[in-house]
């Protein structure tokens, strides 16, 4: 998308007008409930596709999932992030050679994208906006199910345009794909779940949750109660999806698959990478996600509501991330977005409620709780603003050739192996090394982009 970054002023203006369009038509069609959803879906996802038009990959974690996704259209069954590794270096997620770090669901619809539309950045952001567009969506049919139509079509605009769910899309968050992935396949799984019919469904969403973030994919069985019948139906699917990658794991990579599972739980107890926060890390961060009069309607619903149809679900979907990410010692605040389709439920039910008075404090109330958040996303799209110098940096890594070549004092190793089929470290090994690689054939380039 270089074009779009050249001419972002006009492509920003552009998608603004396009995003204002579709509203407009949303408003005027809102008696036919289900295309109305799909216009408001369509006003985030001109948003969405405007963010995700960054012509750089982002430095935490967008970079690392490209470059093993990219590596995964050679060897789909060998998670790689370093190819090749001239020299000796730290097996850790940052610099192995095998790369397990992430569960594979994210990384597999990069690399089909990149396939599909060639080595770009747009390409590895493509599946999140899809679903991202089909979450919200989503969001809209749970909203009228448990709601009104109203309530419905608020909701899925209220998820299309959330800024954290964007920016989680268009790869600029740390978490980005992965995050994105497990937030769409956890709503498309509750909203499956809420038809006993779609057990099967439910079951291959919720195992493609699993496979996107690990076990805190199972949220959808939590949140909404199933016969066990219906139930048991979903779980066998779930397994047989979920359960295949983490067996192949254990037996053809049994060291680094342990290493990695202790990693994972040492989340729990070690607040790792410096990722500290105290008891109440996630639950200020509430007001600038959802809107700052957010915690109004979470109180307005949750206390003033009580018995709701809805209620409990609500609850138990807020209520589970919230509660579990808050104990455990590593805390990144994009952790809990498994809860924002939930979140923008609960506001546009109250905002419509509010509305629906026809007093004043409360109609203005409820234009709070929708503007506040339109006014975020406005803020995390960062219209008109030209990343001039993350894009000079992309340009001159795409300038580097391909090859036995190895890119010592690289500011930017991982995207360096993006961009061109090289080997890129930060480190500079010693001149005997050096000069043992140039023997072996390798191209040394000192101090690279």
Same mark, same amino acid.
């Given at each position: 998308m270089i074009w779009f970054a050249d001419h972002k002023a006009l492509?920003?203006? $552009?998608?603004?007008?396009?995003?204002? %369009?579709? #509203?407009?038509? %949303?408003? +005027?069609?809102?008696?036919?409930?289900?295309?109305?959803a799909a216009l408001l879906v369509l006003a985030g996802t001109f948003v969405a596709f405007a963010m995700a038009a960054d012509d750089f990959l982002h430095a935490w974690d967008e970079r690392y999932h490209a470059l093993v996704g990219l590596h995964l259209t050679r060897h789909p069954l060998v998670p790689t992030l370093y190819e090749r590794q001239? #020299?000796?270096?730290?097996?850790?997620?940052?610099?192995?050679?095998?790369? $397990?770090?992430?569960?594979?669901?994210?990384?597999?619809? #990069? %690399?089909?994208?990149?396939?599909?539309?060639?080595?770009?950045?747009? %390409?590895v952001r493509l599946p999140s906006l899809a679903l991202h567009a089909l979450c919200a969506y989503a969001a809209s049919r749970i909203g009228a199910r448990l709601f009104d139509d109203a309530t419905g079509l608020l909701a899925g605009f209220l998820v299309a345009i959330?800024? +954290?769910?964007?920016?989680?899309?268009?790869?600029?968050?740390? &978490?980005?794909? @992965?995050?994105?992935?497990?937030?769409?396949? &956890?709503?498309?799984?509750?909203?499956?779940?809420?038809?006993?019919?779609?057990?099967?469904?439910?079951?291959?969403?919720?195992?493609?949750? @699993?496979?996107?973030?690990?076990? #805190?994919?199972?949220?959808p069985f939590a949140v909404v109660r199933m016969r066990w019948k219906h139930l048991a139906i979903a779980a066998l699917v779930c397994a047989a999806i979920a359960a295949p990658w983490q067996i192949y794991l254990a037996r053809a990579f049994p060291e680094a698959a342990a290493l990695e599972t202790q990693h994972r739980l040492a989340h729990v107890t070690t607040a790792l990478d410096g990722h500290t926060g105290g008891i109440f890390f996630h639950l200020i961060r509430i007001p600038r996600f959802f809107g700052e009069v957010s915690p109004l309607a979470l109180l307005w619903f949750f206390v003033l509501r009580r018995g709701a149809p809805a209620w409990g679900i609500l609850l138990r979907w807020i209520a589970l991330p919230y509660i579990f990410f808050s104990l455990i010692a590593t805390k990144m605040e994009n952790y809990v977005m498994q809860a924002a389709p939930a979140?923008?439920? @609960?506001?546009?039910?109250?905002?419509?409620?509010?509305?629906?008075?026809?007093?004043?404090?409360?109609?203005?109330?409820?234009?709070?709780?929708?503007?506040l958040p339109a006014r975020y996303c406005v803020e995390r799209w960062k219209p008109f603003h030209r990343f001039e110098e993350e894009s000079a940096i992309a340009r001159q890594l795409r300038s580097l050739p391909s090859g036995k070549i190895l890119v010592i004092g690289a500011r930017h190793p991982i995207e360096s192996m993006f961009y061109a089929d090289l080997v890129a470290i930060e480190e500079v090994p010693s001149e005997e090394q050096l000069r043992l690689l140039s023997e072996q054939g390798w191209q040394i380039i000192r101090g690279g982009p």
């Open positions: 492509a920003d203006a $552009i998608t603004a007008l396009a995003a204002v %369009a579709s #509203i407009a038509a %949303a408003l +005027q069609l809102r008696a036919r409930p289900r295309l109305a001239p #020299i000796p270096m730290p097996q850790d997620w940052g610099h192995s050679q095998l790369w $397990i770090h992430k569960p594979p669901l994210p990384l597999y619809f #990069i %690399a089909g994208s990149l396939e599909v539309f060639g080595r770009s950045e747009l %390409a959330n800024g +954290q769910l964007l920016d989680l899309a268009a790869g600029r968050k740390p &978490t980005d794909h @992965v995050d994105s992935l497990l937030v769409s396949f &956890t709503c498309l799984a509750i909203c499956s779940a809420l038809s006993e019919k779609r057990s099967v469904l439910t079951g291959a969403l919720a195992g493609r949750a @699993v496979l996107s973030k690990w076990l #805190i994919g199972l949220l979140m923008a439920l @609960v506001v546009a039910a109250v905002a419509v409620e509010f509305w629906r008075m026809r007093k004043p404090l409360p109609m203005l109330l409820a234009a709070a709780l929708v503007a």
